[in-house]
């Protein structure tokens, strides 16, 4: 299995935030990657400057038989395609895309490591995860995701909201 996290703080040509998380999926389509199972929209402040605008994302699980390497250049491509800038790191951007699990694999290279090295501590990543996946299990630390999702702050679950709305794709 492979999950990718998508999120979005900023309004962009393609519209909010939700819009831009609803395009880039269309755009993970075209790239030939098959989505699978699509977690209901989270809302959680901008890390670490809670003055930015709030986040929203999702998580989804797809299919995907190339390596690693070759899904990063889709991502890329994509991230390109919504305009996302990347010119500070942490700043708001229209779409953010992060490989989270890629079939379990254990990899620390400069351009790729898996799992995304701080995903067990995100809770915009633990939530939407546990909602389409919820026996998923580190591939490093070899513990379920609840184990994650109860060793978060309070403050961390408290600030995580699950929105209404999903997206349904055509």
């Known amino acids: ?10 309004d962009s040509k393609f ?8 395009r880039t999926l ?36 797809i299919e995907y038989n190339l390596d690693p390497e070759m899904l990063l ?10 305009e996302r800038k990347r010119n500070t790191k942490n700043e708001p951007r229209t779409c953010d895309i992060d490989i989270i699990d890629f079939k379990g694999l254990i990899k620390n290279q400069k351009n790729v490591v ?20 919820p026996q998923w299990i580190h591939p490093i630390l070899n513990k379920k995701i609840d184990f994650f999702i109860n060793n978060l702050s309070q403050i961390a679950r408290n ?12």
């Open 114 to 133: 898996l799992p995304h090295p701080k995903m067990h501590k995100r809770n915009f990543v633990l939530f939407p995860l546990k909602e389409i996946n």
């Open 73 to 82: 250049k889709k991502i890329f491509l994509i991230e390109k395609k919504m």
């Open 159 to 170: 600030e995580i909201t699950r929105k209404k709305e999903s997206v349904i794709l055509d």
């Open 26 to 61: 269309k755009l993970i389509q075209e790239e030939k990657i098959v989505v699978k199972k699509i977690s209901k929209f989270y809302e959680t402040p901008s890390y670490p400057n809670k003055k930015n605008p709030k986040f929203i994302n999702i998580v989804i699980e």
């Open 15 to 22: 519209g909010d935030r939700y819009n831009n998380i609803r």
């Open 1 to 10: 299995m492979i999950f990718l996290g998508i999120g979005s703080n900023l």
